[in-house]
């Protein structure tokens, strides 16, 4: 016997007939799609698609318009829906979808009755009904750009360009990215970065980065704190962020953990299986990453200390520590150069006029001298090129009496 439906929170195409339609037989074709949501629409741009969202809406309105029923009068038949070819379902559309959508996804696709059901990055529940139920399901993953030998050569003669100093990291790299460049490698490659703020540690990853493609996964982990980070790494409602589902929806190879010191340690064996295996799992979501690399970075002073914050366990799992050092008052001169020409190139010819890049390099010398922050001296190139500009702005206009 079929139970009653039980109350539905929001959508109320989950019907008697919702119920009835999950003990018939379903000839839908389901392809599962992991990968970045750009790639997500390339695969299935040439196809005459409706979107899942857009049938659970258009469903919603006919059930909430108000039927009156005439005593005596016949009433009329439900009309027949047309069969939908190819209906999608995007990685953010899940979260639209309340519990009992997620816990019955099978009988309510059963209730639509596709040709052909296309999923992106769906949660694990989703894809296991699928799974038991679907004749025939398809599981497509998007390939991420690999570090090859061309990488290595072009991080090797770029890397002087990209960042000042720092020789013996771009050795160490070179050593650590050397195991995704062969077959053998079937899990990512970890490493931590430490040393001072601002030398060129999150700078370093995004070089890395730009060298395969893609828009860089960072994530900084200071941003999260007590119940929030544990639901975020651990899941929690299906519609609520997770790490897991950014891992899933993420373009890159390469995936930046920026401040990893910030996190409490209640919160690291979260990373065990990733930095082990590639695997990441959380309540809704399964993740596997393959032979990427995922890059933390610390304010750690010494691989003494890092072993001490987070325990042999932990501290073991990374396959390299690349120490970053302070820069020497030489090399902080080269990055203020450096930051000056290129903001001084990205204004317009007008803007340029009122700028003397010799008075810029002279005062910022000044700054170089009390600071050894990188960032927060690119910060004061900003303000001084600004106060600069608007006081040349504010002289040639007029005050009002």
């Known amino acids: 016997m079929i139970p009653a439906p039980p109350p539905i929170e929001r959508f109320s ?12 037989p379903s000839d839908t074709k389901v392809t599962v799609y992991y990968g970045p949501l750009s790639w997500f629409d390339e695969q299935v741009e040439d196809l005459p698609c409706d979107s899942l969202m857009e049938i659970v809406y258009a469903r919603d309105e006919v059930n909430r318009q108000l039927k009156v029923i005439v005593p005596g009068q016949q009433e009329n038949e439900p009309e027949e829906r047309e069969r939908s070819g190819h209906v999608v379902a995007e990685s953010g559309d899940y979260a639209s979808l309340n519990e009992h959508a997620i816990t019955n996804f099978a009988g309510f696709i ?41 990488t290595l050569i072009r991080f090797r003669n770029g890397f002087g360009s990209h960042l000042v100093g720092q020789a013996a990291v771009k050795e160490t ?52 704190h007590s119940d929030k980070f544990a639901s975020y790494l651990f899941g929690g409602m299906h519609g609520e962020p997770s790490f897991a589902h950014d891992l899933l929806d993420r373009e890159s190879g390469v995936i930046l953990i ?120 690119g910060k004061i190139v900003e303000e001084l090129i600004s106060l600069i500009l608007v006081r040349a702005l504010l002289r040639e206009e007029p005050e009002l009496e």
């Open 13 to 24: 195409t989950f019907t008697t007939c919702y119920w009835r339609a999950l003990n018939m």
């Open 110 to 150: 059963r209730s639509i009755d596709p040709e052909c059901l296309h999923l992106h990055n769906p949660p694990a529940h989703v894809h296991a009904q699928m799974e038991r139920t679907a004749k025939a399901i398809d599981v497509k993953r998007y390939e991420y750009p690999m570090v090859t030998r061309d």
């Open 173 to 224: 790299l070179l050593a650590a990215l050397y195991p995704l460049t062969t077959r053998r490698r079937t899990k990512p490659v970890v490493l931590m970065f430490y040393g001072p703020s601002g030398v060129g540690k999150t700078e370093t990853a995004q070089f890395v980065n730009d060298l395969l493609g893609g828009t860089l996964l960072r994530k900084q982990f200071s941003m999260f």
């Open 258 to 377: 920026d401040e990893f010191d910030k996190a409490n340690s209640v919160f690291h064996s979260a990373f065990y299986q990733l930095f082990d295996s590639g695997v990441f799992e959380d309540k809704n979501y399964s993740v596997k990453i393959g032979p990427s690399l995922i890059i933390c970075t610390s304010n750690y002073g010494s691989q003494n200390e890092i072993r001490e914050a987070l325990g042999d366990a932990l501290y073991s799992r990374f396959d390299s520590l690349v120490a970053f050092e302070p820069l020497s008052r030489d090399e902080i001169l080269q990055v203020v150069e450096r930051v000056v020409k290129a903001r001084f190139a990205e204004l317009s010819y007008e803007e340029q006029k009122y700028l003397d890049v010799d008075f810029l390099m002279a005062r910022m010398g000044l700054f170089a001298e009390n600071s050894t922050n990188v960032r927060k001296l």
